[in-house]
Nanobody
């Protein structure tokens, strides 16, 4: 069983930055891919970014490329999402998710464990 706890959300003005963190329990963190997803009010959950077990492969949704960076510290069982140049359309609840496989995937159906989410609000 894996438990994921996100932190770092908050209210920020457009153009600002936030860094989300997700701490995972369990000894298998270093061998599994991790992802970030988000869900805005009235919308379906969408993929944001994913990172393979060793950080060697990352994927991003087009709308965040060049602004967001996903990274991980396996020694700390932590995955991060650095968000720069934030826009009002980035406002959503952001969820951390873990696979039981080493390979990064963009579909939420490939993820087995989910955090409770952290709210990110970007004001214009």
């Amino acid at each position: 069983q894996v438990q994921l706890v996100e932190s770092g959300g908050g209210l920020v003005q457009a153009g600002g930055s936030l860094r989300l963190s997700c701490i995972a329990s369990g000894r298998t963190f270093s061998s599994v891919a991790m992802g970030w997803f988000r869900q805005a009010p009235g919308k379906e959950r969408e993929f944001v970014a994913t990172i393979a077990w060793n950080g060697g492969t990352t994927y991003y949704t087009d709308s965040v490329k060049g602004r967001f960076t996903i990274s991980r510290e396996n020694a700390k069982n932590t995955v991060y999402l650095q968000m720069n140049s934030l826009k009002p359309e980035d406002t959503a609840v952001y969820y951390c998710a873990a696979r039981t496989s080493a390979y990064a995937r963009t579909s939420d159906s490939h993820y087995d464990y989910w955090g409770q989410g952290t709210q990110v609000t970007v004001s214009s």
